[in-house]
Every structure is written in C-alpha cells, then in structure tokens.
C-alpha cells in the first residue's frame, strides 16, 4: 500500500508538471526561438559586417578582372602558375584545381591545385615555389604556399590572394604553427650574465619555433649559401631548420653575369631573394614573388619569420636549375641584386617595397691560419634583426675559420672582437681559446649580441663587428703541478713569496714567483691562498662581487658585459682572500662604512638589495697557456 500510494503521488507531480501546450511552456516555447533567430541573426549580421569590413580593407585594391574570389573557384578548373624552373627563366605550369578547404588552419582558406605539367610531376613540391602566382580564368587566385611531404603527387595549397593582398594592412590573424612574433628572447637581467646560459636559451628558443615539415607545411624557404664549406653548412641546417628552411649551396651575389641584357626585376613568377648575409660570404633566402603593384611586392604566399613590422633587404635572383629529390625538391639559386626592402612579415606573405633600404651591419672577419699562406680578410653585411642577427655571425665566423678544414685535436686559437655601438661605449675583449674549437669565441660574442639585441631597457644600434683570428695547431692546456710559500705564518705588513711551477703536456714544466704583501692593519687568523687559472677565477668573481655582472640599463649592460669578458684565460691568478667589512647596497660599493651604520642600512624594512663587502688582494701574471685548476693554502697572520 505505502508503494501504491508513493507512484501515485510521482504520478500526480508529473501530470502537474506544465507542458508546452501550457501557457508556461508556450512561454518556454516563445524565449526559447526568440534566443534562436536572435543568434542567427547576429551571426548573419556579423558575418555581413566582416565582409563589409574586409572588403572596405581592400577597398581600391581589390580588382573583379584582375583577382578571382574563392567563391568563384570550383574543382575541375583549369588554372597555370608561374614559376622559374631554371635558366629558361618565368614559364607557366599547368595545375588543376582540387577543391577550396575552408579554415584549412585557422583564419586561413586554401586552394588545393595538382601539377600536371610533367616537369611539376617528375620533381613533386619544389622547395623554392612559394609564391609561385596561381591563376585561374585568367586572374590571379593565389601564390603556391603548402605542400606535403614525401607526396607522390605535386599536390600544393594555395593561400588566397585577397589574404595576401591584405598583408600590412591590419586584421590578420596568424594560423597555427606559423610563427606569430610573441614577442623576442627574453632573458633574466636580474641576474648576473652567464653568456654560455643565453646561448643555450637561445637556441632552446629556436627549437620552440620550430615547423612540423614531416606532414602539412608551408613550403621550406631555401637558404642559398656561397663562400661556406659543406660542415659549415650543416651547423647553419641546425640552426635554420626550426625556422623551416632548407640549406642548399649556390651562388653568391653577382654570380650569374649572363642574364641577359635586360636587367632582372622584380615581377610574378620571378626569383625573390632576402640576403641575410652579403659580401664575400653569402646567405640569402629564396622564394617567388606572387604580384607586383607599382612600388609594392608580394611574396611566399606564408610567412617567413611572422613578426609583422621587419627590416630585411629584398633583391633579385636567378634559378640555375630545380634540383629533383625523393625527400624534397629544391630550386638552385643564385642573388642578383639588391633592389628594396621586406618591411612586414605576416602569416600569409611577405610584403616590401622596391627602393626602401633596410638598415645592415658590417661584419669583417680577418682569419690568420696556420695552414694558410695569407691573412684572409672577409667583408660581409648582415641583416640586423634581434633573432637572426647572432645566428648569422655564427654562420658567417665559422665559415671563415673552416674555410681550409676542421682544425686538428691540438690547436689554440686567439682573438680580438670589437662589437661598436651607435653613440655607446663599444664591446672590446681578446681571449685565447684551446682544444675547443670557435665554442668560446662564439659564446662570448654571439651572446652578447643577443642580449645587446634583447634588453628590456632602450633599442641597442650595432654599427658594426669585428674580429680578428689567429689559429695555431698546438695545445696550450696546462695544470698547477706545485705550489710554494716562502712561510705560511706571517705578521701584517710583510711580504709572501709565492713558487708555483705549470705543467704543461707539450710545453713540460715552467716555474713562476708573485709577491703579494699582507695589509699592515689585517686582524690576526688564517686565510686561503688560492691559485688558480681563469674558470676559477671567474666563480670567485660571481661569488664576490655578482653584482658587477648584473646590468640594469643598457650602460651598465656594456659594463657588466666588458668586465666579464675582461678575465683573460692566458693567466694565473693569485688571491688571498680577506675578512669581509663594509656593504655594497645594489651595486654601489661600501667598503669602509663603520659597523654601525651597516646594522642601520641592514634593516630587513629595507627594499635595496645589501650583502658584505668582499675584500680581498689579487695579482696575475700572464703565462702563455690555459690553467685548468687550482691549490688552495692556508696562511696564518699572528699578532
């Protein structure tokens, strides 16, 4: 009886339950489609207001019997493209349209076209192409920008030209995978510089950018290296491969004098060259432009770095030939001329004008090698960008010194960089390097171009670099085999007469004598007497006085960066260190302060940053070769 009585009342509450017969559910009913139509409708409107929008963006550029929509394109069209294959130079190429995939990444519509002429179908996607014009019914759809590799078919992805046309003008909206410019390297500057960590940031940047090339992807840009040798090439194919480019060697600027007497230009279908590094070695990047208006050029069809606003020079080139490869098939390529600028890089196309000119450093590189039967000088220019800028000294430095070879297990190498600064103090520092090859040199000076390039205080101009290398087949490494005192117990005021004797593998045994004298007001004790080569000269320094590696404003970033590359490795160091005394409040150096005002400014209320003064007494005496340890005694100060 309880569970009768019970599905009764669940049956009652459900028949009291208002249906939409009911005036509440036709109240239900009537919100429910009011919110329905309402969403459809603001969604139509919208979508009319972006059309409106857009085509007010392109609004006197946008040509009905120049340029084809999408809405236009249907499978099965018939459409060309124009392309240089080689020293033919622009002809057209037959294609076919597949269809039109609508946010094939997002914000981005592309048009699927097959090659069927049959020099498209023997080479498959050409690295090179992008930017290749495509037309259809004798308007221009798009620039050839996608492709897949491993295809058995040239099957591209072609990027709308409405979109590239709208490249500069706002409203973009970067697609997957491309890389947008969030922003540069950033590096901590609240702590003391340790430039082997921001080259190791900074190639862990660079493989964060990096492109998915085994799938879907924008066509590789070709890097064109002239003046480089094959192992040069490989570390520049690191380097460059998360930007999704290709390094290939070809010719440099001016290579190809036979082009005829009409000079090369700038227009659809043709070669269009970025030099990133010219003079007397070479790298540019190679793409095809996809349309030209008056001073105005268009190209790539995706973006080559996607930080909007750039400052890179823009030049014409020449294909040799298309090189043809299971893996990727790629245009042989060679600069012209440097005819304007690329002043914005968007996620679909590279936009420049002709005539502009794009700010460039002067690199100059003077190589002194052991097998070589002259000082080699090379006279370089390199595009000045915050990322690019250090990979391509790099580049630039170790195709120089690897010009004649690798260098054999044995070897020292010194040099001179002098990095100049517009209306700053310049970056200057010589070193010696051995048995490691161009690792320190290029520490030292690629990262603080980094960091010069990426402060976050004021934009740091570079007028120019320069090295000066000498390269000599022996090891200068060498070890601490003895060290002695003259006496370990002294009063303040006298002197310690310090013997060590250097071991060197090649070099045997050297002895060496310093004289540090004790300061005459040193409180009794024991003290450390260290010896030792520049790495533990260099630890005692950030452990010390670390704020003198801290930078907080681009000149103290100069300083900070002059006097860590001021430790020359070439040397032995002798400290004696002594009782702390006195504060340095941030960077400011309190060395005598009384203890009283000491326990004052070392109130913990207090924001400044304060530590203890660090006294100690130094000497070096350079010696020829690179001490890779170090002794530490104990002397006794009595009364």
């Known amino acids: 009886m309880f569970g009768i009585k019970t599905e009764n009342r669940r049956q009652k509450a459900v028949h009291r339950m208002p249906t939409w017969g009911?005036?509440?559910?036709?109240?239900?009913?009537?919100?429910?489609?009011?919110?329905?139509?309402?969403?459809?409708?603001?969604?139509?409107?919208?979508?009319?207001?972006?059309?409106?929008?857009?085509?007010?963006?392109?609004?006197?550029?946008?040509?009905?019997?120049?340029?084809?929509?999408?809405?236009?394109?249907?499978?099965?069209?018939?459409?060309?493209?124009?392309?240089?294959?080689?020293?033919?130079?622009?002809?057209?190429?037959?294609?076919?349209?597949?269809?039109?995939?609508?946010?094939?990444?997002?914000?981005?519509?592309?048009?699927?076209?097959?090659?069927?002429?049959?020099?498209?179908?023997?080479?498959g996607p050409v690295a090179g192409c992008s930017g290749s014009p495509v037309y259809i019914d004798g308007r221009l759809a798009g620039a050839l920008a996608y492709a897949w590799t491993f295809s058995k078919d040239p099957l591209y992805g072609v990027t709308p030209i409405e979109g590239m046309l709208k490249v500069g003008l706002g409203g973009q909206v970067p697609s997957s995978g491309q890389s947008s410019g969030q922003g540069w390297l950033v590096f901590d500057f609240s702590k003391p510089i340790d430039l082997t960590e921001v080259v190791r940031q900074f190639r862990n940047e660079l493989k964060k950018r990096s492109r998915n090339l085994s799938g879907v992807s924008p066509l590789p840009c070709l890097l064109i290296t002239s003046g480089l040798t094959s192992e040069a090439r490989e570390q520049l194919d690191e380097?460059?491969?998360?930007?999704?480019?290709?390094?290939?060697?070809?010719?440099?600027?001016?290579?190809?004098?036979?082009?005829?007497?009409?000079?090369?230009?700038?227009?659809?279908?043709?070669?269009?060259?970025?030099?990133?590094?010219?003079?007397?070695?070479?790298?540019?990047?190679?793409?095809?432009?996809?349309?030209?208006?008056?001073?105005?050029?268009?190209g790539f069809g995706h973006s080559y770095l996607?930080?909007?606003?750039?400052?890179?020079?823009?030049?014409?080139?020449?294909?040799?030939?298309?090189?043809?490869?299971?893996?990727?098939?790629?245009?042989?390529a060679s600069m012209v001329e440097t005819v304007g600028a690329l002043t914005i890089d968007e996620s679909m196309a590279v936009f420049g004008r002709i005539g502009a000119k794009a700010k460039t450093i002067p690199l100059t590189i003077r190589i002194d090698r052991y097998n070589d039967t002259e000082k080699r000088v090379y006279n370089c220019r390199v595009a000045n960008n915050r990322l690019l800028t250090p990979m391509l000294i790099q580049s630039a430095v170790s195709g120089a010194a690897f010009q004649l070879g690798n260098f054999p297990p044995d070897h020292m190498i010194e040099y001179k960089v002098d990095i100049s600064l517009e209306g700053a103090e310049s970056i200057s520092f010589e070193n010696v390097s051995t048995d490691r090859g161009l690792i320190e040199l290029i520490i030292e000076s690629i990262g603080s171009v980094a960091l010069l390039m990426n402060n976050p205080y004021e934009e740091v101009g570079i007028e120019s670099i320069d090295?000066?290398?000498?390269?000599?087949?022996?090891?200068?490494?060498?070890?601490?085999?003895?060290?002695?005192?003259?006496?370990?117990?002294?009063?303040?005021?006298?002197?310690?007469?310090?013997?060590?004797?250097?071991?060197?593998?090649?070099?045997?045994?050297?002895?060496?004598?310093?004289?540090?004298?004790?300061?005459?007001?040193?409180?009794?004790?024991?003290?450390?007497?260290?010896?030792?080569?520049?790495?533990?000269?260099?630890?005692?320094?950030?452990?010390?006085?670390?704020?003198?590696?801290?930078?907080?404003?681009?000149?103290?970033?100069?300083?900070?960066?002059?006097?860590?590359?001021?430790?020359?490795?070439?040397?032995?160091?002798?400290?004696?260190?002594?009782?702390?005394?006195?504060?340095?409040?941030?960077?400011?150096?309190?060395?005598?302060?009384?203890?009283?005002?000491?326990?004052?400014?070392?109130?913990?209320?207090?924001?400044?940053?304060?530590?203890?003064?660090?006294?100690?007494?130094?000497?070096?005496?350079?010696?020829?070769?690179?001490?890779?340890?170090?002794?530490?005694?104990?002397?006794?100060?009595?009364?």
Not at 32 to 59: G, H, M, P, R, W
Not at 307 to 332: E, Q
Not at 467 to 486: E, F, M
């Open 239 to 298: 380097l460059f491969k998360p930007f999704g480019m290709m390094v290939v060697a070809g010719g440099g600027s001016g290579s190809n004098t036979d082009v005829s007497a009409e000079k090369v230009q700038l227009v659809p279908g043709a070669c269009l060259i970025v030099p990133l590094v010219s003079g007397d070695i070479n790298l540019a990047v190679s793409g095809t432009v996809t349309e030209v208006r008056g001073d105005k050029v268009y």
């Open 467 to 639: 090295y000066d290398i000498r390269i000599v087949p022996k090891s200068i490494v060498s070890h601490i085999w003895s060290l002695d005192l003259s006496d370990s117990k002294l009063k303040a005021g006298e002197n310690i007469e310090i013997g060590v004797i250097v071991e060197s593998v090649l070099a045997g045994k050297k002895k060496y004598q310093c004289t540090l004298k004790i300061p005459e007001d040193l409180v009794p004790g024991r003290y450390d007497l260290t010896v030792c080569g520049s790495p533990d000269y260099e630890r005692f320094l950030l452990k010390a006085v670390p704020y003198k590696f801290i930078a907080k404003s681009v000149p103290g970033l100069i300083e900070a960066l002059n006097y860590s590359l001021g430790v020359g490795r070439d040397k032995l160091y002798f400290i004696l260190s002594l009782p702390a005394g006195g504060i340095t409040l941030e960077q400011a150096e309190l060395p005598d302060l009384p203890g009283t005002k000491v326990l004052v400014l070392q109130n913990a209320k207090r924001t400044l940053k304060i530590q203890p003064y660090q006294h100690w007494i130094e000497q070096s005496l350079e010696i020829g070769t690179v001490v890779i340890d170090k002794k530490v005694m104990k002397i006794t100060v009595e009364k």
């Open 22 to 123: 009911t005036g509440y559910g036709k109240g239900r009913r009537l919100l429910f489609f009011t919110l329905y139509f309402s969403v459809i409708f603001s969604t139509a409107v919208l979508q009319s207001e972006t059309k409106a929008a857009q085509a007010n963006v392109l609004e006197g550029i946008w040509d009905p019997a120049k340029y084809i929509s999408l809405d236009e394109i249907k499978p099965g069209m018939e459409a060309y493209c124009l392309t240089e294959y080689g020293v033919a130079g622009i002809e057209k190429f037959g294609l076919e349209v597949v269809d039109v995939v609508r946010d094939f990444d997002p914000g981005l519509d592309v048009i699927l076209v097959r090659g069927i002429d049959e020099r498209f179908i023997h080479t």
């Open 306 to 332: 996607g930080y909007g606003p750039t400052d890179l020079p823009m030049a014409t080139g020449k294909v040799h030939t298309v090189v043809s490869s299971i893996y990727r098939s790629f245009k042989l």
